[in-house]
């Protein structure tokens, strides 16, 4: 039986193609933060924080900030931004990952900034994850600090249609491995 989680799997892909008049709704930003910051992260140390931009002049400054080198050009039709800052990791997290020589929070970063992207899907929104940025810029834009690391970018809008390309993936035998 397929799940309505599986579907909503399916469903997500990156968004290169954002319809500029459709402004998103702050109340489904909000439901998107909510679901990221309910995040599971090692020791629960949560090192998250989300920078959510609509205001259209911080936008427009941010915008270049992900396009250096003729990347990402179709963000010019997104108005809807994530910014996901990574925060110096706290003691009791650190002290495991330096006993397991891991490093969390990049990890813990994926899991919450997935969820805010299957929360955007679940609510007829599609995202772009965007690892393109100009991390200096943008932290310099936000006033961050050395410690706080901007990791990625979530491209929020809606998409101009709903046509879903075929996923592109490696084998499946090559990746998942059953011991039984
Ligand atoms: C960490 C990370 C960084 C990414 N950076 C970009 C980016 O800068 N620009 C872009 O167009 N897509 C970016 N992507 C999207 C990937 O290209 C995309 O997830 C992958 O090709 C699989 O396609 P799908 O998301 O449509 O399933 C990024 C994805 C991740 C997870």
């Given at each position: 039986?397929m799940?309505d989680?599986?579907d909503?799997?399916?469903?997500?892909?990156?968004?290169?193609?954002?319809d500029?008049?459709r402004?998103?709704?702050?109340?489904?930003l909000?439901?998107?933060?909510?679901?990221a910051?309910?995040?599971?992260s090692?020791?629960?140390?949560?090192?998250?924080k989300y920078?959510?931009?609509?205001?259209?002049?911080?936008?427009?400054?941010?915008?270049?900030?992900?396009?250096?080198?003729?990347m990402?050009?179709?963000l010019n039709?997104?108005?809807?931004?994530?910014?996901?800052?990574q925060e110096?990791?706290v003691?009791k997290v650190?002290?495991?990952?330096?006993?397991k020589?891991?490093?969390f929070?990049?990890?813990?970063?994926?899991?919450s900034?997935?969820?805010f992207?299957?929360?955007?899907?679940?609510?007829?929104l599609?995202t772009?994850?965007?690892?393109?940025?100009?991390?200096?810029?943008?932290?310099?834009?936000?006033?961050?600090?050395?410690t706080?690391?901007?990791?990625?970018?979530?491209?929020?809008?809606?998409?101009?249609?709903?046509?879903?390309?075929?996923?592109?993936?490696?084998p499946?035998?090559?990746?998942?491995?059953?011991?039984?």
């Open positions: 039986m799940s989680y599986f909503l799997v399916k469903r997500r892909e990156s968004c290169r193609n954002f500029p008049e402004i998103v709704e702050k109340e489904k909000t439901r998107c933060a909510e679901a910051w309910l995040a599971p090692a020791c629960n140390g949560q090192p998250w920078l959510i931009v609509t205001n259209p002049e911080l936008a427009a400054q941010l915008r270049p900030m992900m396009q250096e080198l003729g990402n050009k179709f039709a997104c108005n809807a931004f994530a910014v996901v800052v110096a990791t003691l650190s002290a495991s990952q330096r006993l020589d891991q490093d929070a990049p990890i813990d970063i994926g899991f900034a997935s969820q992207c299957y929360a955007a899907a679940e609510q007829g599609s772009c994850v965007i690892g393109w940025h100009n991390e200096l810029k943008i932290r310099e834009l936000f006033g961050l600090t050395k706080e690391r901007v990791r990625l970018v979530l491209a929020v809008g809606y998409a101009k249609t709903d046509k879903l390309r075929t996923k592109q993936r490696k499946i035998e090559d990746v998942v491995k059953y011991y039984e």
